[in-house]
């Protein structure tokens, strides 16, 4: 069984431009969930994806988008990056994200994004 | 709304000694609770975790907590710290419902000293 993967696990961008994370979700996992982690504080919910559809969103402006592909493997898309941008990004699948309740999360690694 | 407060950015222990890590949440509704450790560049781990039922969980590593909702807490406790537990740990909180928003807390490092 495989975990869930992470590409790129360092990143290195300048304000204003453009940046694409990707994550590959555990097998037979069909929700995935975006967090971003500043230095020194907790994963902050970005948003979810179930199915395709996107599920839920936290505090995050609109230039922070996303998408979730058939085989549920997802992207995060941040537009005009500012110098706040900078933190690690994580991806945490789980199996459902309906009534039925909370399937564990099960969490990659990290991209670290750096902004300048 | 829900939110968790870990209180104690920094813990220190000697091996051996009890831990006690403390959490206490906020939520409209029944929560669901967790803990997740985090060591040094990697992702989130979780350790366990409270939906309903017995309301002390008994986790991976040695770690349990309990639950408790009269005191809206959920402290992470373990009899005897040994090196490999240095680490950052963080509560989190989520609800069931149409979907799975964590509220995670701002972390808790450990430090074990030998």
């Known amino acids: 069984e495989t975990g869930v993967t992470q590409s790129p696990t360092h990143l290195i961008k300048t304000r204003g431009q453009q940046v694409t994370l990707r994550c590959s979700s555990q097998?037979?996992?069909?929700?995935v969930s975006w967090y971003q982690q500043a230095l020194g504080q907790g994963p902050q919910f970005i948003f979810q994806y179930y199915r395709e559809e996107e599920n839920g969103r936290g505090n995050f402006p609109p230039r922070f988008s996303g998408l979730q592909f058939p085989n549920y493997s997802s992207e995060l898309n941040v537009n005009a990056l500012e110098l706040d941008d900078s933190a690690l990004y994580l991806c945490a699948s789980s199996l459902e994200a309906g009534t039925s309740g909370v399937g564990e999360q099960f969490f990659g690694p990290g991209t670290r994004l750096t902004v300048l | 709304a829900q939110s968790v407060t870990q209180l104690g950015s920094h813990v220190s222990v000697s091996e051996g000694a009890l831990v006690l890590l403390r959490c206490n949440y906020s939520s409209s509704v029944p929560p669901y609770l967790f803990w997740y450790v985090q060591y040094p560049n990697q992702g989130l781990q979780l350790l366990l975790k409270?939906?309903?039922?017995?309301?002390l969980v008994k986790g991976i590593n040695g770690f349990e907590a309990e639950f408790k909702k009269s005191e809206t807490s959920f402290h992470l406790t373990k009899p005897s710290a040994h090196m490999s537990d240095a680490a950052e740990y963080f509560c989190a909180v989520s609800h069931s419902g149409g979907y799975q928003k964590v509220t995670f807390g701002t972390g808790t490092k450990l430090q074990v000293i030998p």
């Open positions: 097998s037979g996992h069909n929700t």
């Open positions: 409270y939906t309903t039922g017995a309301t």
